[in-house]
């Protein structure tokens, strides 16, 4: 594996390759890449002369842009996440480098870490300590008492400080409109991208109905106008029809999961511009193997709820002209199957469909469009290079990342088994 910076060296002309842009709709032939720094120059279907640069024989492979995943939690190393308790920080930041390095190798190039992700971690990424993708994180997640944040046994009264342990860090419980600002300030305080709060029931939390509506009007009004004010905006949690018609009503640009979405809901959507995360990849573990690692069956029954719900919904917000991102949304060990949502939604959509909803959406999710998820001239040069069409076969862009011939992030070679032009 190479590991070469070259975004202060010599420049980059990527030739010989079959060029995958989510805007083309198809693969096509004929084209060069050349990078200087961290961006893309220049794409053309002509060649492109640069005596400066350093050529990359592609061997007429694939090169398309790096991955981007809409919806993760690096520190969620549990399946069963009150396990956590038992995990002091230093171990919970450990594993969670791993699961920010296992990502990259798999050709995320950026992340949107949906809750417990902090700036310590992002700030190790991108000074170079630990390998990753790029991060655009939430904080903590917020929710209520008794919500989809609060995983806490029926004994525990609360914990004693954010520091004690991995659950704590993770979540935040918090109750009223001034409290709810409070929350929401402290973690833009503290770095955050984007806010994420819990408007209804969840599969992972033990004690919430799945169809319960969490947070007022006036909670949720507050997390978004505080938001809003910083630059920023709410991430919510929602399943039900109900929920998500509340959440968009309120200001909150996307809705995490959306599984039990309706007509109405998704129309309402259409028309505020707002985004689904869909997550189908996560309800399939889960029933699989989520009690191998302790899920208790309640969780399992919701679980069981939400899977067909999840189906459907990518049709009706296709039909609805809802835009849906990629996220997977795995905790624990059954974050390996990270890649496996293309080939999940694939049954059901056309494979372009589905990597744009990896690359294009997942840029305008993160607010970066035409900085990533694209190769053109500008954009960050995040890409990978795939043995064979992901189009005809996108089992291709499973397997942790065997099928990827080189990552690149910024410009730079995470990996690399390609040769150099003589």
């Known amino acids: 594996m190479s590991k070469t910076d070259t975004r202060t060296g010599t420049p980059i002309l990527l030739k010989n390759l079959l060029l995958l842009e989510p805007s083309f709709g198809e693969t096509r032939g004929g084209y060069e890449i050349l990078i200087e720094g961290e961006k893309i120059r220049e794409v053309s279907d002509a060649p492109i002369q640069s005596a400066s640069a350093d050529v990359v024989d592609c061997g007429g492979k694939v090169v398309m842009p790096g991955l981007i995943d809409s919806h993760v939690h690096s520190m969620h190393s549990e399946v069963f996440t009150r396990r956590l308790e038992e995990v002091p920080l230093t171990l919970a930041s450990a594993r969670g480098a791993k699961r920010l390095k296992d990502m990259l190798d798999r050709g995320f190039t950026t992340v949107r870490d949906a809750g417990g992700t902090d700036w310590g971690m992002k700030q190790a990424v991108e000074q170079g300590l630990i390998p990753g993708p790029r991060l655009f994180i939430a904080g903590r997640s917020i929710g209520p008492t008794g919500g989809h944040s609060d995983g806490r046994s029926r004994t525990n009264p609360g914990y004693p400080c954010?520091?004690?342990?991995?659950?704590?860090?993770?979540?935040?419980?918090?109750?009223?409109?001034?409290?709810?600002?409070?929350?929401?300030?402290?973690?833009?305080?503290?770095?955050?991208?984007?806010?994420?709060?819990?408007?209804?029931?969840?599969?992972?939390?033990?004690?919430?109905?799945?169809?319960?509506?969490?947070?007022?009007?006036?909670?949720?009004?507050?997390?978004?106008?505080?938001?809003?004010?910083?630059?920023?905006?709410?991430?919510?949690?929602?399943?039900?029809?109900?929920?998500?018609?509340?959440?968009?009503?309120?200001?909150?640009?996307?809705?995490?999961?959306?599984?039990?979405?309706?007509?109405?809901?998704?129309?309402?959507?259409?028309?505020?511009?707002?985004?689904?995360?869909?997550?189908?990849?996560?309800?399939?573990?889960?029933?699989?193997?989520?009690?191998?690692?302790?899920?208790?069956?309640?969780?399992?029954?919701?679980?069981?709820?939400?899977?067909?719900?999840?189906?459907?919904?990518?049709?009706?917000?296709?039909?609805?002209?809802?835009?849906?991102?990629?996220?997977?949304?795995?905790?624990?060990?059954?974050?390996?199957?990270?890649s496996r949502e293309f080939a999940i939604r694939a049954e059901i959509q056309p494979v372009i469909d589905v990597i744009r909803s990896a690359t294009t959406i997942g840029a305008e999710i993160v607010r970066r469009p035409g900085q990533l998820g694209t190769i053109s001239p500008g954009a960050w040069a995040d890409l990978i290079v795939v043995d064979g069409d992901p189009l005809a076969d996108v089992s291709l862009l499973e397997g942790q990342g065997r099928h990827l011939a080189a990552i690149m992030k910024g410009g730079a070679f995470y990996k690399n088994r390609l040769g150099k032009s003589a």
């Open 162 to 338: 954010l520091c004690c342990n991995g659950q704590a860090f993770l979540r935040l419980i918090v109750d009223g409109e001034d409290a709810v600002r409070k929350a929401v300030r402290e973690q833009m305080r503290q770095g955050t991208d984007h806010i994420k709060i819990m408007v209804s029931g969840g599969v992972a939390s033990p004690y919430d109905p799945l169809m319960s509506e969490q947070f007022s009007d006036a909670e949720i009004s507050a997390a978004v106008e505080e938001a809003d004010a910083f630059g920023r905006y709410v991430a919510a949690h929602a399943y039900s029809a109900s929920a998500i018609t509340r959440a968009v009503t309120l200001g909150v640009r996307t809705i995490e999961h959306g599984n039990l979405i309706d007509e109405a809901a998704a129309a309402l959507m259409a028309e505020k511009g707002a985004y689904v995360v869909a997550n189908l990849v996560a309800y399939v573990a889960m029933k699989e193997r989520a009690a191998d690692y302790g899920m208790l069956p309640e969780m399992l029954e919701k679980n069981e709820m939400v899977i067909e719900g999840g189906y459907r919904s990518l049709e009706i917000c296709k039909a609805a002209g809802v835009k849906v991102g990629y996220g997977s949304d795995l905790l624990g060990a059954l974050a390996e199957d990270q």
